[in-house]
């Protein structure tokens, strides 16, 4: 059974920045891909950024396109989210998932792993 587990959340200005890592045991994430995703209050879950376990593709969200870096370390399977230029309206808990293959997408559903979630806020 794979569990992932979330850590680096916490309270920030706007402007600032925030590492969330996601680090991942019981798995052989060989050929795994794995995303971040975020739920704010009273919403949905929304796609923040993914990537390959082998580190060829990535994929963002346009809303976080040139502030967000997601990037990986094999060694300690362990995938990281590095947020600059945070805004309030990134408010949210922070999820790492996990899915089987290596396509990557931004459908909650295709991730079969979830991490507990992190809580990102975000002062004005």
């Known amino acids: 059974q794979v569990q992932l587990v979330e850590s680096g959340g916490g309270l920030v200005q706007a402007g600032g920045s925030l590492r969330l890592t996601c680090t991942a045991s019981?798995?052989?994430?060989?050929?795994?891909?794995m995303g971040w995703f975020r739920q704010a209050p009273g919403k949905e879950r929304d796609f923040v950024a993914a990537?390959?376990?082998?580190?060829?593709?990535?994929f963002y969200a346009d809303s976080v396109k040139g502030r967000f870096t997601i990037s990986s370390d094999n060694a300690k399977n362990t995938v990281y989210l590095q947020m600059n230029s945070l805004q309030p309206e990134d408010t949210a808990v922070y999820y790492c998932?996990?899915?089987?293959?290596?396509?990557?997408?931004?459908?909650?559903?295709?991730?079969?792993?979830w991490g507990q979630g992190t809580q990102v806020t975000v002062s004005s």
């Open positions: 998932a996990a899915r089987s293959g290596v396509v990557l997408t931004r459908l909650p559903y295709e991730y079969a792993y």
């Open positions: 019981g798995g052989s994430f060989g050929r795994n891909a």
């Open positions: 990537i390959n376990w082998n580190r060829s593709s990535v």
